[in-house]
């Protein structure tokens, strides 16, 4: 991986250096099925209550007075930007757990150590361990 124009980058040390168990490789890959799992059921909750809204809207509008039709019009679009936000996540994991395949997810892009399991189920978009990511924000 490491082509030798990368000593220009002195003090990185080269990516994936080390190596991770398959059982651990297995424990990630659970970890992000589960959450995409998760996210789904999230995501379809509320499609449904984007529908639902959507139905209320169409149904009982006429009986509503502006201020009501208003709060239905934010609360409906707030869902959508939630759902959105939601199915962006989960094309995060899904990335995630193709480059995990590929054996190319779960490093520090600093440091090259694995990022433990726990913080990539929390945060499937992570690409440095938490000690990198504390220097990085400090600076
Ligand atoms: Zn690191």
């Known amino acids: 991986m490491a082509k030798p124009a990368d000593t220009r980058t002195a003090g990185r040390k080269p990516v994936a250096k080390a190596t991770r168990s398959a059982a651990e ?15 789904r059921a999230e995501y379809d909750q ?3 209550e984007i529908t639902e809204l959507q139905r209320d809207r ?4 006429a009986g509503d007075d ?3 039709t208003g709060t239905k ?13 939601i199915r ?23 440091c090259g150590n694995p990022i433990p399991v726990e ?15 504390q220097l990085e924000e400090r600076r």
């Open 66 to 68: 502006q201020a009501d």
């Open 88 to 110: 962006e996540r989960i094309t995060q994991v899904e990335r995630a757990l193709e480059r995990l395949d590929e054996g190319g997810y779960g490093w520090c892009e600093r």
């Open 58 to 61: 169409l149904t009982d509008s």
């Open 73 to 85: 019009t934010f609360e409906r679009e707030q869902e959508i930007s939630l759902a959105n936000s």
């Open 25 to 39: 490789t297995e424990k990630i890959r659970g970890a992000l099925a589960a959450r995409r799992d998760e996210l």
């Open 46 to 48: 509320t499609l449904s």
């Open 119 to 133: 913080r990539l189920a929390a945060f499937p978009s992570a690409t440095l361990c938490v000690t990198c990511k």
